[in-house]
Structures are given as C-alpha cells and as structure tokens.
C-alpha cells in the first residue's frame, strides 16, 4: 500500500531533550516536506526537500533541522524542544513537485 | 509572501446540497492544491489544479489563474464531506514553498 508514515504518532517531552520524529515513505517521490498545524496559524512549511541531499527553508524553519540522507526517508529533528513547538506536525511527499502531495497521519507533540 | 483567502470561513448544509468553496491568491502561482481535513484530522489530497478544470466523482475544481482563483465545487454533499477544506498555493519561481489558506469549515447536516 502507497503511504506516508510518521513515527512517533504522539510524543510528551520536556523542553531541550532532543527528539526526532521519523517520516518514510515508499512511493520513490522526489519531494518531501514537514508542516505544522497550530489553531488560528493553519498550516505552515516548515522544511522542504526536492530530493536526496537537497533541503530548503520553509516559512518557520527555526528550532527545527532535516536531513534527507536517502530518498525514502525525510526525518525532522528538534535539538532542544520548546514550549513553541507544541504542535501537531504533518510529513507529506509528492512524485515531483508539481504533482499532488499525499500527507501522512500526522504526530502531535506536547513540549513541557 | 503570497496572500491565500478561503471563503466562507464555515458553511453549514443539509445533506444532498450543493457547495462552493473559493480560493483568492494575491499572485502567481505554479502549483495549487486542494485537501480535506476530516474530523480525525486526516489529511487527503483532492486535486492538483493549478489551472483548468478537474472532476472526480462528486468534487470538481477549476482554477482561473490570470484572474487568480479557485473554486471546489461539492455536490450531492453527504455527511463523510464534513471538515476542513483546504487551498494550498506556491508562488512562481525557484520557490518550491507551499502556502495554505486559513481554510472552510463544512459541516453537513443528516
């Protein structure tokens, strides 16, 4: 089954432990992207990727990084989570980047 | 950045009627979406629109993109259409950024 996946799919930390929260997918796409929803801030890029070793700002890039080390996967990493970051954060992947892009089921975040 | 206006901000409709959500950008855009977002949370993607006119089932989407907008039209409308209806848009450019409008609240009504 083509899908996008996100790991862990719920998370309480505690401000400045380090977390990584995985996304992989398996429809060999070339673009992958993390948002985070927040109420009355809707969706905002955070980092995007058009490919292997190729990463880019979005709109609210800070506090956070990426990697794209291998096509299928596209981890987002919070070197020290804060309070701000509590969020509900949502990886999507496309074939190119004009093509549809199909979302995974998302992971909420509490950060203490 | 790129402006994205989505009216009206909540609709409400008795099940079996007709919709039209619309989308207003403020520039050029190369890349144009429309996504659900069901009560779970889920997001779906419904069309890649850029231009022209796409149908699937009961949703169809045209985007006029030298009068920059879009409409998602949702007919027959059945329970399952309820949440969050949403225009995602990308300037033309190098830019590979989406930017998403604040979106449509539906709620349909048994």
């Known amino acids: 089954e083509a899908q996008v996946t996100q790991n862990p799919r719920y998370l309480i930390t505690v401000t400045g432990k380090k977390l990584t929260v995985t996304c992989s997918q398996n429809m060999n796409h070339e673009y992958m992207s993390w948002y985070r929803q927040d109420p009355g801030l809707g969706l905002r890029q955070i980092y995007y990727s058009m490919n292997v070793e190729v990463t880019d700002k979005g709109d609210v890039p800070e506090g956070y990084k990426v990697s794209r080390k291998e096509k299928r996967n596209f981890p987002l990493i919070l070197e020290s989570p804060s309070p701000n970051q509590t969020s509900l954060y949502f990886c999507?992947?496309?074939?190119?980047?004009?093509?549809?892009?199909?979302f995974g089921p998302g992971t909420r975040l509490l950060v203490l | 950045g790129i402006q994205v206006e989505q009216s009206p901000p909540d609709l409400i409709l008795q099940e079996g009627a007709n919709s039209t959500l619309r989308c207003n950008f403020s520039?050029?855009?190369?890349?144009l979406q429309w996504f659900h977002q069901n009560p779970w949370g889920q997001l779906i993607n419904l069309f890649y629109?850029?231009?022209g006119t796409k149908q699937n089932g009961r949703l169809s989407a045209t985007t006029v993109a030298t009068e920059r907008y879009s409409l998602l039209y949702i007919s027959s409308s059945q329970t399952t259409d309820s949440g969050v209806y949403f225009c995602a848009v990308a300037l033309s450019g190098s830019a590979r950024q989406l930017t998403f409008g604040s979106g449509t609240q539906l709620t349909v009504l048994p």
């Open positions: 999507a992947s496309s074939g190119r980047w004009q093509e549809t892009q199909y």
């Open positions: 520039d050029s855009v190369n890349n």
């Open positions: 629109i850029p231009s």
